[in-house]
């Protein structure tokens, strides 16, 4: 089992950055993959970015990619979400999850999840 915490979140105008970190307890934590989603107010949770426990990263390549970077400290227990250039829709609720041995855009393959950090980005 895992326990998640986001932190980093705030309110920053367009075009600035944040980075968001995800702090796991536990002492596997390299055989877990941990994503990153979203949620607005009156939307369905969108997937945002995963670092794999295999290795490796995805994005959603419509919405974030080339300003959003994902990483991960196995030392330190935590993955960072480096946010860049960011615009007035990344406003949401960020959430990290955790996957065990697995992982993938779908929030449905992630069963430990965060309580979430709010991000508002005025324009």
């Known amino acids: 089992q895992v326990q998640l915490g986001e932190s980093g979140g705030g309110l920053v105008q367009a075009g600035a950055s944040l980075r968001l970190s995800c702090a796991a307890s536990g002492r596997t934590f390299s055989s877990f993959s941990i994503g990153w989603f979203r949620q607005a107010p009156g939307t369905e949770r969108e997937f945002v970015a995963a670092?794999?426990?295999?290795?490796?990263?995805?994005y959603n390549s419509g919405s974030v990619k080339g300003r959003f970077t994902i990483s991960r400290d196995n030392a330190k227990n935590t993955v960072a979400l480096q946010m860049n250039s960011l615009k007035p829709e990344d406003t949401a609720v960020y959430y990290c999850a955790a996957s065990l041995y697995g992982g993938g855009r779908n929030d449905a393959d992630y069963r430990y999840w965060g309580p979430g950090t709010q991000v508002t980005v005025s324009s």
């Open positions: 670092i794999l426990w295999s290795g490796g990263s995805i």
